[in-house]
């Protein structure tokens, strides 16, 4: 079975633009979470989306913005990119929503802004 | 939420075992305790999760202690693929779903 997938896997962006990043779940888990991973640091929640549906978010700002759609695959977008914004972005999936904790972590995308 | 104490790093020589504590005196008694590992270049891989007894599946040992104050994660015999960042992780409170990664405790293994 294919695991949790990413795309793109290396994205290179400027001060100021906009990027989406996408995710596919593992087949049947409906819940997706997004994660920044700075180096050097644990991954960072930033949302969850259950049944197309926000079930939790973390503490970014708005230019943070996620959406899963009705095959439960899922876009991370951000918009005005800041030097800050440069991370690992992880998707993990979940068979459930609610309290389920064993998640099945992506790749990443490895997003640089110059 | 509950807060985790890991050390930042610990070596291991390979072939033999690992005992990876973490310190969680805030624990609730109905928090189950959690570990990840992030392999260099990688997602986290869930390995284990408890209650209250102890845990034992393919990857690793799970040792809670009887106050649930304190985990161990054994890993029985290191091999070079257990060369990773290990994370103990407490679920967060009510209404939340997140996952609330710590720094971990990287685990170097020597030849």
Request: aromatic letters at 10%.
């Amino acid at each position: 079975d294919a695991g949790v997938t990413q795309s793109p896997t290396h994205l290179i962006k400027t001060r100021g633009q906009h990027v989406t990043l996408r995710c596919s779940p593992i087949s049947g888990h409906k819940s997706v979470s997004w994660y920044q991973q700075v180096l050097g640091q644990g991954p960072q929640f930033i949302f969850q989306y259950y049944e197309k549906e926000e079930r939790g978010r973390g503490n970014f700002p708005d230019r943070f913005s996620a959406r899963q759609f009705p095959n439960y695959s899922s876009e991370l977008n951000v918009n005005a990119l800041l030097l800050g914004d440069s991370a690992l972005y992880l998707c993990a999936s979940s068979s459930t929503g609610y309290r389920s904790y064993e998640q099945y972590f992506g790749p990443g995308t490895r997003l640089t802004v110059t | 939420d509950a807060k985790t104490t890991q050390p930042n790093s610990m070596e291991s020589n390979e072939e033999e075992p690992v005992h990876l504590p973490c310190n969680h005196s805030t624990i609730s008694g109905t928090d189950y305790i959690h570990w990840y590992r992030q392999l260099p270049s990688q997602g986290p891989e869930y390995v284990i999760h408890g209650l209250t007894s102890n845990v034992n599946n393919r990857m690793a040992s799970l040792a809670i202690a009887e106050d649930r104050k304190s985990s161990t994660l054994i890993l029985h015999r290191a091999t070079l693929r257990d060369a990773a960042v290990y994370y103990c992780i407490l679920p967060p409170g009510a209404g939340s779903y997140q996952l609330t990664f710590g720094k971990g405790t990287k685990l170097s293994v020597i030849p």
